[in-house]
Nanobody, 125 residues
Framework: VQLQASGGGLVQAGGSLRLSCAAS????????MGWFRQAPGKEREFVAG????????YYGESVKGRFSISRDNARNTLSLQMNSLKSEDTGVYYC???????????????????WGQGTLVTVSS
């Protein structure tokens, strides 16, 4: 599975952005997917995850109620709608594919096998 993230940019605090992740390969629909982010000098952090069929979602505490993850298996796409953005949401956002068929949503980076190249989100206060 190859992943290509897009949609990052500069936004003011309180604004919104929508990130997309385009996937190649038929296996996309078999894997749980996740979004992670990494701020300068910090470890990569779990943001949101979604099960292979989209039936289950899970969010990091810092984004609950503000971000929404979704997927379209027919189009091989993953999305992250980000609302009420804060300066602490700044970072490089990565989409990732679990790589293990049928596994539940994982929250640690090392549990994901495939990664996109990242897209930068900058939130100005």
């Amino acid at each position: 599975v190859q992943l290509q993230a897009s949609g990052g940019g500069l936004v003011q605090a309180g604004g919104s952005l929508r990130l997309s992740c385009a996937a190649s390969g038929r296996a996309f629909s078999s894997y749980a997917m996740g979004w992670f982010r990494q701020a300068p000098g910090k470890e990569r952090e779990f943001v949101a995850g979604i099960s292979w069929n989209g039936g289950t979602t899970y969010y990091g505490e810092s984004v609950k109620g503000r971000f929404s993850i979704s997927r379209d298996n027919a189009r091989n796409t993953l999305s992250l709608q980000m609302n009420s953005l804060k300066s602490e949401d700044t970072g490089v956002y990565y989409c990732a594919a679990d790589g293990h068929v049928g596994r539940e949503i994982a929250t640690m980076p090392w549990e994901y096998e495939y990664w996109g190249q990242g897209t930068l989100v900058t939130v100005s206060s």
